[in-house]
Nanobody
Framework: QVHLVESGGGLVQAGDSLRLSCAASGRPFSSYFMAWFRQAPGKEREFVAAISWSGGDTHYADSVKGRFTISRDNAKNTVTLQMKSLKPEDTAVYYC??????????????????WGQGTQVTVSS
């Protein structure tokens, strides 16, 4: 089992940058495929970015490709989402998620075993 805690959310203006962090505790962090999802008011939770166990493979939603970067530090048990050129439509609660399977369907919200409590990101125009 793993416990996830997100941090780094806040209120920023369009065009600004923000860095989200997710700290994990429990079972060895490197055994989990990690991802970030987000959920805007009245909308379903959607995939943002994912990173493989070693960090060698990353995947992004088309809406954030080129603006967001996911990374992980297995020695520090953290996964980070660096967000640049933020837009008002990026406003959402951002969730960190962990998946213990060997062949993750990384874009599916149903794939992940553990979730953090979320951190609010608000981008004003």
């Amino acid at each position: 089992q793993v416990h996830l805690v997100e941090s780094g959310g806040g209120l920023v203006q369009a065009g600004d940058s923000l860095r989200l962090s997710c700290a994990a505790s429990g079972r060895p962090f490197s055994s989990y495929f990690m991802a970030w999802f987000r959920q805007a008011p009245g909308k379903e939770r959607e995939f943002v970015a994912a990173i493989s166990w070693s960090g060698g493979d990353t995947h992004y939603a088309d809406s954030v490709k080129g603006r967001f970067t996911i990374s992980r530090d297995n020695a520090k048990n953290t996964v980070t989402l660096q967000m640049k050129s933020l837009k008002p439509e990026d406003t959402a609660v951002y969730y960190c998620a962990a998946d213990s399977s060997s062949y993750p369907e990384y874009e599916s919200v149903y794939e992940y075993d553990y979730w953090g409590q979320g951190t609010q990101v608000t981008v004003s125009s």
